[in-house]
């Protein structure tokens, strides 16, 4: 143990400080930004849209019941321009235009961004954050802000100012990690003949069964999420899970990178010698971050369950609407753990026109006066944050932190003292889905 003193700068200060740039954070800077806040956007990264660019997550889950578009306001725009920008076709997500989007949006919105900028640390005045502790190249600086807002998908900056915490299951287990991965030279019309795709279907598994017991791959993990067709050169793959990483420690995602790494190289040798089309397919790169599905989850003034997820539960402060399965990866491999996770999934699975309530409070940590929190990192129980978690879901409670922010600032009052109903109707005016607001 050292003893650790220093007088640092501060660097910045603004109106509402964003750490994580994923598509959580993007939406809260946009929004806090577009509604009067002067705005900067800090990642460790460096580039925009955390998991969904630099993991190279695949493709988008549900925007929509079947009759209403859920992630409405920002997240609509987005979708709109990414079809025509190619960034994503349909739900497939391109990586590399994906981010030029994103940075695209926060330029007009006159966001301030700094990438290569990691929060270490806060500065404490009672429940307040007085400063946030950065490093980057040009050392360590503090950032001051009248609100911060946590999009860091692990919670690091709410855990840091006191905030509560849950992790995992009863036992501290986490759904498993995936190194998501980039592949050029598949021929995409030989392989839908082939009729073996991911783990819904029974020729995938017969594969993955005989590609085991052969020694090809050496994990027998049955979970096999699959391809998804980026545009007409490349698909994106989502293939193989490593178990029992912990986020929060550095060794343990490194160790997950490793395996990961060496499980993919497996993968590639199956999908050459056993999937139709993939006779002469290269595995161009994989994701440059490990894709975390599960860390903190930050316990707010409401914790939203997977009872509200089955009452398709309306709030009085309902800041959005969304419908996604939960979808908890088992943290074993094998069979069985296969058929549970079918089991769960399958059986929950909304209908045309369903959804459940966001609530505000879920975005307002306790023990805190000058914080939101947004993206995967929200107040839920864990199958909750199973389905809140994936990018609409994000977009939805970015942008609702992010306008919060923005009036709390302009007001003066602390994110869980504002006007909930002026945020809806802000909200709603931008297109948000809001049915049970009524203005
Ligand atoms: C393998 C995998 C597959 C998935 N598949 C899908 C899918 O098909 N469809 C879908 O919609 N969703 C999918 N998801 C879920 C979705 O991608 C994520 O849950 C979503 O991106 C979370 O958004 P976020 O903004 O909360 O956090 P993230 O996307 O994780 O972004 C957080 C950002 O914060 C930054 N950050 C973290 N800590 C710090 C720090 N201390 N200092 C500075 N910056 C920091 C990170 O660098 C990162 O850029 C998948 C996730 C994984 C892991």
Known sequence: MINYTRQIGVKHNVDVCVVGCGPAGFAAAVSAARNGASAL???????PGGMSTAALVPVLMPVSDGFNFLAGGIGHEMYLRAQESGAMRGGAIHAEKLK??????????????SYNTTLMDVDLDGQRINAAIFHAKSGLFAIQAK????????????????????????????????????????????????????????????????????????????????????????????????????????????KGLIDNRKLLRE?????????????????????????IRESRRIIAD?????????NRA?????????????????STPGRLA?????????????????????PYRIL??????????????????????????????CWITGMAAGTAAAISVKNKQKPNQIDVKALQKNLHANGAFLPNFKP
Request: some cysteine; glycine content about 10%; overall charge negative.
């Open 302 to 310: 409401y914790v939203l369950t997977a009872q509200d997820y089955d």
């Open 338 to 358: 296969l058929e549970e996770h079918k089991k769960h999934f399958r059986g929950k699975a909304y209908g045309k026109g369903e959804s459940y309530g966001i």
């Open 147 to 254: 609100i911060f807002i946590d999009c860091s998908g692990d919670g690091d900056l709410a855990a840091l100012a006191g905030a509560p915490f849950e992790i995992g299951d009863d036992n501290g287990n986490t759904m498993p990690a995936t190194l998501c991965s980039l592949w050029a030279g598949v021929d995409w019309n030989q392989y839908r003949e082939g009729k073996a795709f991911s783990h819904n279907d029974d020729n995938m598994l017969a594969i993955l069964k005989q590609a085991y017991e052969q020694g090809v791959i050496s994990m027998d993990d049955y979970h096999h999420t699959g391809m998804t067709r980026t545009n007409d050169q490349l698909v994106t793959g989502n293939l193989s899970h490593v178990f029992g990483i912990n986020p929060l420690d550095e060794l343990s995602v490194t």
């Open 267 to 291: 993968y590639e040798t199956m999908y050459r010698q056993f999937i139709k089309g993939f006779q002469n397919a290269s595995l161009a790169t994989s994701g440059s971050i490990l894709g």
């Open 314 to 330: 309306t709030f009085e402060d309902e800041i959005g609407r969304y419908n996604f399965s939960i979808d908890v990866h088992p």
């Open 100 to 113: 030029y989007l994103y940075e695209d949006m926060m330029a007009e919105a006159g966001v301030a961004i």
């Open 364 to 393: 307002c940590p306790k023990n805190t006066d000058n914080l939101l929190v947004a993206g995967r990192c929200v107040s839920t129980d864990r199958n909750m944050m199973a389905s809140l978690r994936v990018i609409p879901g």
């Open 41 to 47: 956007v800090i990642d460790a990264l460096s580039m």
